[in-house]
């Protein structure tokens, strides 16, 4: 069964400050990864999707890396603003003929001024 | 505007009062899903449906039923509610392929049964 965990549980740092969110899987059998973000009491925003044939995506200040063997995904956050303050969650799309969507539990980040 | 939505947003009912959680989306996805997200469990999914009259169950569909007659729509049924499904739900779609394509969230169903 797979299983997704995000470390660490909570993440503070002060403004400008690059960061890396951490997601790892237990089964590489993926068709694709996502992150997430989710602000207080709103629905979740898709950030970033990862095919499984793909290393690496990026939107602006974000950039996501996949690495299928190992079962890990990072996010990389440059120069951390208040705004980016939220959680964020890492989701895989099993194969195997289930089209299921693994979530982690998510980073809560806070971005102090 | 591309959007999917939920209603209601809020709702305080009682056990055992029949309820309906209404979904819908504008952008002809063909994929549809519900999760429900828990203090300390995450999101967790609870049916989801590849398209028009093919529904399956997701993680914990149990005291939960899905409909999906057309397209926009995929309402989420708790035909007997109960205290432990007091959560916070959320409806997702995604075009195309569910294996290539990005979800799409509502904003949440907030649930609380008495």
């Known amino acids: 069964k797979q299983e997704v965990t995000q470390i660490p549980a909570a993440l503070s740092v002060p403004e400008g400050e690059n960061l890396v969110l951490n997601c790892s899987f237990t089964d590489s059998a993926i068709y694709n990864l996502q992150w997430f973000r989710q602000d207080p009491g709103k629905g979740l925003t898709s950030l970033l999707l990862i095919q499984s044939s793909q290393r690496e995506q990026t939107s602006g200040r974000l950039n996501a890396s996949l690495d299928k063997s190992s079962g890990r995904s990072t996010l990389y956050i440059a120069a951390s603003q208040p705004g980016d303050s939220a959680t964020y969650l890492c989701a895989v799309m099993n194969q195997g003929g289930s089209e299921k969507l693994v979530f982690g539990k998510g980073t809560k980040l806070t971005v102090n001024p | 505007e591309a959007q999917v939505t939920q209603n209601p947003r809020y709702l305080i009912t009682v056990t055992g009062k029949k309820l309906t959680v209404t979904c819908s989306q504008n952008?002809?996805?063909?994929?549809m899903s519900w999760y429900r997200q828990d203090p300390g469990l995450g999101l967790r999914q609870i049916y989801y449906?590849?398209?028009?009259?093919?529904?399956d169950k997701g993680d914990v569909p149990e005291g939960y039923k899905v409909s999906r007659k057309e397209k926009r729509n995929f309402p989420l049924i708790l035909e007997s509610p109960s205290p432990n499904q007091t959560s916070l739900y959320f409806c997702a779609s995604t075009p195309g392929s569910v294996y290539t394509g990005e979800l799409f969230f509502g904003e949440g169903s907030r649930l609380t049964v008495l």
């Open positions: 449906s590849m398209n028009v009259e093919v529904t």
């Open positions: 952008m002809n996805h063909e994929y």
